[in-house]
């Protein structure tokens, strides 16, 4: 999922108009992002804190 979102950025039109370029990133890279996501907050379930390298809903939430 990294390797095709980074494939889909890369391939995010620089030549077109910010409609299009939106239309992009709707269509193409959110939906990336979003399954790359799932693959994260599983992870996090079994990764212990102190080797997570970034803060958790927790952290955020009450720590910051």
Same mark, same amino acid.
């Given at each position: 999922?990294?390797?095709? %979102?980074?494939?889909?950025? *890369?391939?995010?039109?620089?030549?077109?108009? #910010?409609?299009?370029?939106?239309?992009?990133?709707?269509?193409?890279?959110?939906?990336?992002?979003?399954? %790359?996501?799932?693959?994260? *907050?599983?992870?996090?379930?079994?990764?212990? #804190?102190?080797?997570?390298?970034?803060?958790?809903?927790?952290?955020?939430?009450?720590?910051?």
């Amino acid at each position: 999922t990294c390797e095709c %979102l980074k494939a889909e950025s *890369d391939n995010t039109p620089s030549n077109k108009s #910010s409609l299009d370029v939106g239309k992009h990133m709707k269509n193409k890279i959110i939906p990336l992002m979003a399954k %790359l996501r799932e693959y994260v *907050d599983e992870a996090q379930l079994y990764t212990a #804190s102190e080797f997570w390298p970034y803060p958790n809903y927790t952290d955020l939430i009450y720590k910051i």
